[in-house]
């Protein structure tokens, strides 16, 4: 096999970044990392928004869903009941300021998924390689 038929690693690479009336997202190898505007509601629908765009890059390969929380904005705990039900979608990582914030407890009873709060997006990328 030729060397440049070998298919490289690359978890931190973006491959692509999609914007939504309510958000940005990144994609990379193994992750989809959404940031949502401030201010927004994020509900089922939306979140089937999101779920929708990943799946059709990912296909059957399995991946993680990383909040980028940089803003403000409510999440519906009920989104959790429906992504659980994915099964390419291994977890959700959450990168918020306070990690250790009673919404991200209250998230993960919604969960069937792991879900992991962190502090950079580094630190929850690599988590990902690690869970999947």
């Given at each position: ?12 690479r973006?491959?692509k970044?999609?914007?939504?009336p ?73 990168v ?23 502090s ?13």
């Amino acid at each position: 096999m030729a060397f440049w038929n070998i298919k490289i690693h690359q978890p931190y690479r973006m491959y692509k970044k999609i914007e939504l009336p309510f958000c940005s997202l990144e994609i990379y190898e193994s992750s989809i990392v959404g940031t949502i505007n401030e201010g927004v509601n994020l509900c089922v629908d939306k979140s089937a928004q999101i779920i929708e765009l990943a799946i059709n890059h990912f296909q059957s390969k399995p991946f993680v869903y990383i909040a980028n929380r940089k803003h403000s904005y409510s999440v519906d705990p009920i989104i959790y009941k429906y992504n659980s039900e994915i099964k390419t979608l291994s977890g959700f990582a959450i990168v918020t300021n306070n990690v250790h914030t009673n919404t991200v407890d209250i998230e993960k009873i919604f969960s069937n998924k792991p879900l992991e709060a962190f502090s950079s997006l580094k630190e929850a990328m690599d988590w990902t390689e690690h869970i999947l």
